[in-house]
């Protein structure tokens, strides 16, 4: 069985500064990972994913992530956060063989001034 | 492009009480799921639906959760009796055949269980 576990559960960070949301799962086989991010009172929208290619992947409002299989981890990092970054994230993970999206806790967000 | 329609955007019900949530994906979706999102948690997957056939609802209680895609397009998700545990968001998702990775989600609905 396939899990996802996000390490932190709330993460304060003042505005202009770097960011990281943790985020390992564990699978018996190849995965799919994704990270979505959702507003308050908002449906999740896709921030980025990896299916294959570079480990290094680069989405929407400047996140990146980097998927190490070695490490069974996909951390989704931001170099300088705005106000407007505040929201929920969660990542998610697909295994090869299904089409099951499992989600994980997700991690709060809250960019200071 | 129009995205995932869901209403109603909230309900408030009491226990034992019956709710319906209907949910309209994007244009030539095939592809449906819906999720339940308790609060502090991450979406669990109910159903899954391709075209108008379940692929997976292993995760559905079925004792009183239902759903029905019909046509193939649009979708009811269904709990009767609602108990206080129901209380959560429900989110629709729907994604393209040939592009199963790329999930669009709706807004959700917003259940309280009184």
């Known amino acids: 069985a396939q899990s996802v576990t996000q390490l932190d559960s709330q993460v304060p960070v003042f505005e202009e500064a770097p960011v990281e949301l943790r985020c390992n799962y564990s699978?018996?086989?190849?995965?799919?990972l994704f990270w979505y991010v959702q507003y308050p009172n908002q449906g999740l929208q896709l921030l980025l994913k990896y299916l294959s290619g570079s480990t290094l992947v680069k989405g929407i409002n400047g996140f990146e992530a980097e998927f190490n299989k070695s490490q069974t981890s996909f951390h989704l990092r931001k170099p300088s956060v705005h106000i407007s970054d505040t929201a929920e994230y969660f990542c998610a993970v697909i295994m090869y063989n299904n089409n099951d999206m499992r989600f994980g806790a997700g991690t709060r967000l809250t960019v200071k001034p | 492009e129009a995205g995932v329609a869901q209403s109603p955007r909230y309900k408030i019900i009491e226990k034992r009480q019956s709710v319906a949530f209907w949910c309209n994906p994007i244009?030539?979706?095939?592809?449906l799921y819906w999720y339940q999102q308790i609060l502090g948690q991450g979406p669990k997957l109910l159903i899954q639906?391709?075209?108008?056939?379940?692929?997976?609802d292993s995760q559905l209680p079925k004792d009183r959760f239902s759903a029905e895609r019909l046509k193939g397009v649009d979708s009811t998700l269904k709990i009767q009796p609602a108990k206080l545990e129901d209380s959560a968001v429900y989110l629709c998702?729907?994604?393209?055949?040939?592009?199963?990775?790329?999930?669009?989600f709706g807004e959700g609905s917003r259940l309280t269980v009184l």
């Open positions: 699978s018996s086989v190849s995965v799919y």
């Open positions: 244009s030539g979706h095939a592809t």
């Open positions: 998702a729907s994604s393209q055949f040939s592009r199963l990775r790329e999930l669009f």
């Open positions: 639906f391709q075209n108008n056939g379940v692929v997976d």
